[in-house]
């Protein structure tokens, strides 16, 4: 009986192509080579990667990580066609959530999907992981390319990110020891950073704007590029702080949920965080934001950093020397408020946001 089936098809036929992930890997190898450190400095390519705890200089480690993604972020990086800086945004949001822990990253793995493999596109995605990696300290020992037609829709893709870091056993945060009359620093941010761009994509389409429009709130820029600024990566200034003084309690990154979620998340029950929000100096994208949307300030202070990207609560006497530190690092550092006894919820506020 003659064989009646179709002979002859290829991965590519179904719209895998294979070759398109191979010269991707080849145009990536240089970047990933540049993020090398101790405790990694193989080649990618294999079946997982490799990294050497001893090497790194830890004694009695212990082991923290992280994932995250950008969120509808990559919406914008999509349709504005810009994307060397959304993998900076996703190595951000994972090291921050190490390092509120005092955690070192040692290193990184990202998975990146797509529906039709386009190797510059992804070369460009990946220069900024690397770039992110490198501002970090951590090594970019591998990763998930995945070609899937059918899943994702036109130009669309998609990013997830995983970080592990480490820190001595007597080096965690939060300390334990937070008490009333503790001071809380904020250190600026960037700008919007990863979270809340549902709301601002729903914004700039009611504006009716496009993303190659001027932004309104940054002269020179576009509106993509203005929205695009990568999330700030506050590793090396807060990790050279920490080894400087120990006098940090607490370290709180603001992401989704903005002040009223995540600063509650390092605060002893008993214990509240008093913002002081007129000392906050609110960057012009939150105050457009706010005017072009009608966003109150609760909903812009439980979705948005408004400036402030990270929370730094210390010891009262010793606030003025970890701020000069951070400083010196290269932060921009605001005295926030103080830590009060819990009535309600972990956050209260004075003042108001000047939007």
């Not at 969120?71 to 990086?77: P, S, Y």
């Not at 965690?172 to 620093?185: A, H, Y």
């Not at 309104?216 to 695009?228: S, Y």
Request: hydrophobic share 45%; charged share 20%.
């Amino acid at each position: 009986m003659a064989d009646e089936r179709k002979n002859g098809l290829t991965y590519a036929d179904a719209g895998v192509d294979i070759d398109a992930g191979a010269r991707m890997v080849e145009k990536i190898k240089p970047m990933v080579r540049a993020t090398r450190r101790p405790g990694a400095d193989s080649e990618i390519g294999g079946f997982g990667g490799l990294f050497d705890l001893k090497a790194a200089g830890f004694s009695d480690p212990v082991l923290v990580a992280a994932n995250d993604g950008v969120g509808t972020k990559l919406k914008i990086a999509i349709e504005a066609g810009k994307h060397d800086t959304v993998g900076i945004d996703l190595v951000a949001m994972c090291v921050n959530d190490l390092v509120v822990q005092g955690a070192e990253p040692l290193f990184f793995l990202d998975y990146f999907a797509t529906g039709k493999l386009d190797p510059d596109q992804g070369a460009d995605i990946v220069s900024g992981i690397a770039e992110g990696c490198k501002q970090a300290g951590c090594a970019l020992i591998g990763g998930e390319t995945a070609e899937m037609p059918g899943m994702y829709h036109g130009d669309d893709y998609d990013l997830a990110g995983f970080a592990v870091g480490a820190a001595e056993r007597d080096a965690l945060l939060p300390t334990g020891d937070i008490v009333e009359g503790d001071v809380i620093l904020g250190l600026s941010s960037s700008g919007v950073h990863s979270n809340g761009f549902s709301l601002v994509r729903r914004i700039i389409a009611d504006q009716g704007l496009s993303w190659d429009d001027k932004a309104p709130f940054a002269p020179g820029l576009t509106l993509g590029e203005a929205l695009l600024e990568p999330t700030r990566i506050y590793v090396k200034p807060l990790l050279s702080t920490l080894k400087a003084s120990r006098g940090i309690k607490a370290l709180a990154h603001i992401t989704g949920g903005g002040f009223p979620e995540n600063i509650p998340r390092v605060l002893p029950e008993k214990l509240a965080a008093e913002i002081n929000l007129d000392a906050i100096e609110v960057p012009p994208v939150f105050s457009w934001l706010a005017k072009a949307g009608g966003v109150a300030e609760s909903e812009m202070l439980s979705t948005f950093n408004c400036g402030i990207g990270m929370i730094v609560v210390v010891a009262s006497g010793e606030a003025a020397q970890i701020a000069a530190l951070l400083k010196q690092a290269g932060e921009t550092v605001t005295m926030l408020g103080q830590m009060v006894q819990r009535k309600a919820s972990g956050v209260s506020y004075l003042g108001a946001l000047d939007l």
